[in-house]
């Protein structure tokens, strides 16, 4: 492991402003950092360092669910390297020490480093210089012998990855052993509009899948919910499933589904349309994905 960095006063005064961490909070500020912040995660089992890409709160989607305030259409900002190694030093050097999951109020079952998480307030592919952003990640874990002891992950909603920039990345995030969490919500036209506001075709969303499971271990998240009383027609049921039989290939990475549902409220106009999914719904829905041949992870 590297010698301990000195910080300046605002650094210190940053990390020593702790709050509780717990599964019903994922604020991004949680570190008082710009990149950096923990979230205990109900999907990886524990704590997770995330690192925001988008602290200016943009994204090329609106998901109905989404739990960012004031969230705008856009991309990530010029991203400041030297601050974003600094404070995944910093962090690291923290959540090593065997008193942090004590410090953080972290219930018993998470006290678990699972994870490092590309994610935050918007869609992190979008970020300049994204593949070059993977390599300085994977070279601080390096420094502390993280690679691949602890996995790295990208949650994205894979609209770029048809994208150079974005497949170069992809490829560096294989060789440090990581994986990507790929959105899939739903699969049809009206669903992604309703659903994503995202203007992508199916089409372009089954080809970005493929790439991404052809590149790198790659996982398909799916938020089911309540959206005006209904939760996924019939008809959306359906196309999901039929999608899934596609996207399964012997020569891919396609590992399997991670199906969640609400756990926060969402800050988007439609929030009090939307409620959590039943968890008798979710494992009836788990196993006909199970009988695809693909394994299915639930949080509820």
């Not at 925001?52 to 960012?68: E, F, G, K, M």
């Not at 942090?100 to 006290?111: H, K, N, S, T």
């Not at 039989?245 to 800050?267: C, E, F, H, I, W």
């Amino acid at each position: 492991m590297l010698p301990a960095r000195t910080f300046n006063n605002a650094e210190s005064h940053a990390m020593s402003e702790k709050k509780r961490l717990h599964t019903r909070d994922h604020s991004r500020d949680s570190g008082g950092l710009r990149y950096v912040y923990p979230v205990v995660s109900r999907r990886a089992g524990g704590v997770s360092i995330g690192i925001n890409l988008n602290p200016n709160d943009a994204c090329n989607w609106r998901c109905v669910y989404c739990q960012v305030p004031e969230l705008k259409r856009g991309s990530a900002p010029d991203i400041d390297r030297k601050v974003l190694e600094d404070e995944l030093k910093c962090f690291l050097e923290d959540v090593l020490k065997s008193d942090f999951f004590e410090r953080y109020g972290v219930d018993p079952e998470y006290r678990h480093l699972r994870d490092i998480a590309i994610s935050g307030n918007g869609e992190p592919t979008s970020a300049r210089g994204f593949a070059e952003i993977i390599d300085l990640i994977g070279s601080v874990m390096a420094d502390y012998d993280l690679v691949p002891r602890l996995n790295l992950v990208l949650i994205s909603n894979g609209s770029l990855i048809h994208q150079e920039s974005v497949r170069q990345g992809l490829m560096r995030l294989a060789r440090l052993g990581g994986e990507i969490w790929f959105k899939l919500d739903c699969v049809t036209d009206e669903g992604l509009t309703r659903i994503n506001n995202a203007a992508i075709s199916v089409a372009r969303v089954r080809e970005n899948l493929r790439i991404s499971s052809v590149l790198c271990r790659t996982w398909v998240q799916t938020c089911v919910f309540g959206f005006k009383g209904e939760i996924m027609s019939a008809h959306e049921r359906q196309a999901y499933l039929d999608f899934l039989r596609g996207a399964k290939q012997p020569d891919n990475l396609l590992k399997g589904v991670l199906l969640y549902t609400l756990a926060r409220p969402s800050q988007q106009p439609e929030s009090s349309q939307l409620t959590a999914a039943d968890p008798e719904w979710m494992q009836e829905f788990s196993h006909e994905i199970e009988a695809l041949g693909l394994e299915v992870k639930v949080s509820s």
